[in-house]
């Protein structure tokens, strides 16, 4: 296999095959997840029923009293690549025409120098984290394979489209190639990691800040 | 034997244009300046080479473009003052003659001259889905390949295969490579070559005797170092993410890229972006129509012509059938989920504290 056919394979049957498996496990774990029956909880809120929920969505944005100054690198470098993957996934120019691809609508695209920036600074962000999660004693404790295997193959298709977009260690046919590939393996593992919070985290948050409400914390 | 330089003078080429030319050639291939004297010395003691130019499974779209090139060049004049022995297209001779003439070349330059191919080998059924003279290209290969110097494999069919490999490859079509190992083979491939390229490459072989420096699929850096993309002069546009939505909208006059219409560019390794076609004319991205890819391994099967490199090849298939099957599944956990609980719920004693004080004895 030369590495024109390796493309043609990543972009062809192996992106069928990850297309698929991704549909399969989403739908499966959404409604795994969704269909779960909780005990009643027959205690009154504290004000609204659910207000609680919505409160929290947006209270979660910012870190508790004194976490900040605890954790600092955690905050701003979780915003930091957080957003950043979001620019580099949803204003790459290549990427509007997947997504298009996808769901038939786009948008305008931001320059390349800027994406190529923002790839940087994400990487930079990522490692940092991973560096203070080995560094400090309780995120190590608290962290096991699920964790790392998440940061990888969210690494992976970061750093393997910043060579392809750069034209760095392989020829651009063969990083292209990694580019998707590992970007298949982040589709695959999202609805079997802790990865599926890209759909779970804005439920979540409500139903925990509900459940909350419930149990006398302020809204 | 005439040499070159007598040949030069004969046809009226001044010794400084033949230098300029030394030089230019010596640029074009990326090799120092000290290159292009020994180039010159070399090709003025050059006797002239025999050459046989085998064509196979092809379209005669690679003598097209070496015959229309630059038309009348000094570049033209080193090819036809090669002693080219045997070419279907050219050569006036037909049937025996032509057949003694390639026969009468190989045995009066035995080990010195060169084979030029284009276009691909079939094998299936053996090899009967082209003959010459009756004879399968597979065989006339072999025996011409017997005692070359060298072969220069020209164009995509010849260098990787090409249309004739192009699934479901009907003729079980393969490469000039893939039959001869015990030779130099060069590929130049593309659809056709650029035609200085094929000159080049030869112009080179008559002043060192040797290939030039070559990469890993045997084609010379000189020319395919780079891909079209690196040289490309809407590569700003690409930089700057403006790209041509259809083909000939404002976008695309302006010169915007074209990588949305599909432009193979990023993974085509060719010169046409900066030696260009007819006397530097031009190249398919000049009038605004996207690389194909053509010089690439394997390129009619690369994904549609016309979708983007990040696009899928094909349109996603059983999207909906792999959501109905996640449904389904995602259904079927659930309701075995309600079932352990309900069988729970059933099962579940209330414990209260004279159970307890009564087990704790």
């Known amino acids: 296999m030369n590495e024109l056919q390796f493309l043609s394979w990543v972009r062809g049957p192996a992106l069928q095959i990850s297309a698929t498996l991704f549909l399969i496990g989403i739908m499966w774990r959404l409604i795994e997840i969704y269909s779960l029956r909780y005990h009643p909880n027959f205690a009154e809120p504290r004000r609204v029923p659910g207000a609680s929920g919505w409160h929290t969505l947006y209270r979660r944005f910012f870190p508790p009293e004194g976490m900040f100054e605890a954790s600092p690198i955690t905050y701003i470098g979780g915003y930091i690549f957080h957003i950043g993957l979001a620019i580099i996934i949803f204003l790459f120019d290549p990427h509007l025409g997947l997504i298009k691809e996808f769901i038939g609508i786009s948008w305008n695209a931001l320059p390349s120098p800027i994406i190529d920036f923002v790839t940087v600074v994400t990487l930079v962000a990522m490692v940092t984290v991973l560096a203070n999660r080995l560094k400090c004693p309780v995120k190590r404790f608290l962290s096991g394979g699920q964790e790392y295997f998440s940061w990888v193959v969210t690494f992976l298709p970061v750093l393997t489209g910043y060579l392809a977009a750069n034209h760095l260690l392989f020829s651009y046919t063969t990083t292209l190639a990694l580019h998707i590939l590992s970007a298949e393996l982040l589709l695959i593992s999202i609805p079997f990691s802790n990865l599926l919070h890209i759909f779970t985290v804005w439920p979540s948050r409500w139903f925990n800040g509900a459940v909350n409400g419930q149990r006398g914390v302020p809204v | ?361």
């Open chain 2, 1 to 361: 034997m005439i040499n070159l330089a007598e040949r030069f003078l004969d046809a009226g080429i001044s010794r400084r244009a033949f230098l300029q030319y030394c030089a230019q050639l010596a640029a074009l291939m990326a090799l120092p300046p000290s290159a292009g004297r020994a180039f010159a010395e070399a090709l003025i003691t050059a006797p002239r080479p025999s050459v046989i130019w085998l064509s196979f499974q092809e379209c005669t779209g690679c003598t097209e473009a070496i015959t229309r090139s630059h038309s009348p060049t000094i570049e033209n004049l080193i090819f036809s003052h090669i002693s080219l022995d045997y070419h279907h297209t050219l050569q006036a001779a037909a049937g025996d003659s032509a057949e003694i003439a390639r026969s009468e070349a190989m045995q009066r330059q035995r080990g010195k001259y060169l084979i030029v191919v284009d276009g691909a080998v079939p094998l299936k059924d053996g090899g009967i889905y082209s003959t010459i003279a009756g004879v399968s290209n597979y065989d006339l290969l072999r025996e011409t390949a017997k005692d070359a110097a060298a072969i220069i494999a020209v164009g995509s069919c010849a260098a990787f295969g090409g249309l004739p490999k192009a699934n479901p490859n009907p003729t079980g079509a393969v490469a000039i490579s893939d039959l001869i190992q015990d030779k130099p083979v060069i590929n130049l491939p593309g659809c056709p070559p650029i035609p200085v390229v094929m000159t080049g490459v030869l112009a080179h072989y008559l002043a060192f005797g040797t290939s030039p420096a070559l990469d890993r699929l045997s084609r010379p850096k000189a020319f395919y170092g780079e891909t079209l993309h690196d040289r490309c002069y809407r590569r700003p546009f690409y930089d700057q993410g403006k790209f041509a939505k259809s083909f000939d909208d404002l976008a695309a006059r302006q010169g915007w890229c074209l990588f949305e219409l599909g432009c193979k560019g990023p993974v085509t390794s060719n010169s046409c972006a900066t030696i260009k076609w007819n006397d530097s004319t031009s190249f398919p991205i000049s009038s605004g129509h996207g690389c194909l890819g053509c010089s690439e391994p394997n390129f009619w099967d690369a994904g549609g012509f016309y979708r983007a490199l990040s696009l899928p090849a094909d349109p996603l298939e059983n999207t909906t059938a792999s959501a109905i099957t996640g449904t389904i599944a995602g259904i079927s956990v659930a309701v075995a989920n309600r079932l352990v609980q309900n069988t729970a719920i059933l099962e579940h004693q209330p414990v209260i504290v004279t159970d307890l004080e009564k087990s704790g004895g």
